[in-house]
């Protein structure tokens, strides 16, 4: 299977903590993306890191990628109430038109 | 303005019977997919299509039958409904280049209840 796997599957935090998920692959890739998906919604983009990367920031998050051990992490530095909800990793195929997607984190961040 | 938006949003049938799920994109994307969502909240792909052509199909009962009628529309059409094809189906787009930014968007999805 192409799926990647995330952990853990269920995060449960205090405001302002820290929150670490991580994803492993199987493939060779062209990029790794997380995506974030609020309950009854569809899942929306976060940030993208290409294969050559080794870290990306955006805002309060943090990517990190090791294509050697085919893993990544995301990191949401000071968590908020708002940020509840279920992350994947997906990892892109190098035709750029496949996205195989993770089993997915469910992070509870509690106020 | 919705990006890729689907209908209907929720359904319930019975066992059974035949039904369709639309999905239509205004982003002008190529490539147009179909996921099937567990209640695990496991995302696995069924089908790809990019400009009308099949290019991804997964292991996936050939009840199930996508129609793309042009680029910006894939339809999925699913024959005598079982109780296990109960889940949230979301319909998704991306565009191949850089000037897309190689993204997938998700449509809201489309909960299909079978009893």
């Known amino acids: 299977s192409q799926q990647g796997e995330e952990d853990p599957q269920a995060l449960s935090i205090q405001e302002g903590e820290n929150a670490t998920m991580n994803c492993s692959y199987k493939?060779?890739?062209?990029?790794l993306q997380w995506y974030r998906q609020n309950s009854g919604r569809g899942l929306v983009h976060l940030i993208l890191i290409r294969s050559n990367e080794r870290e990306k920031h955006s805002g309060r998050l943090r990517v990190t990628l090791d294509t050697s051990k085919k893993s990544s992490s995301l990191l949401i530095t000071a968590s908020r109430a708002a940020d509840t909800a279920s992350y994947f990793c997906a990892t892109v195929s190098n035709t750029g038109n496949q996205f195989y997607f993770g089993t997915g984190t469910s992070l509870t961040v509690i106020p | 303005d919705t990006a890729v938006s689907q209908t209907p949003k929720y359904l319930v049938t019975q066992m059974g019977n035949d039904k369709s799920i639309k999905c239509e994109q205004n982003?002008?994307?190529?490539?147009m997919y179909w996921y099937k969502q567990d209640s695990k909240k496991f995302l696995k792909i069924m089908f790809s299509?990019?400009?009308?052509?099949?290019?991804i199909n997964e292991t996936v009962p050939n009840r199930f039958s996508p129609k793309s009628p042009d680029k910006a529309h894939l339809n999925l059409h699913i024959n005598s409904l079982e109780l296990g094809d109960s889940a949230v189906y979301f319909c998704?787009?991306?565009?191949?280049?850089?000037?897309?930014?190689?993204?997938?968007?998700f449509g809201e999805g489309s909960w299909l209840t079978v009893v």
């Open positions: 998704a787009s991306s565009q191949v280049g850089r000037a897309f930014g190689n993204t997938i968007y």
């Open positions: 493939t060779s890739i062209n990029n």
């Open positions: 299509y990019n400009n009308k052509e099949l290019i």
């Open positions: 982003l002008g994307h190529d490539t």
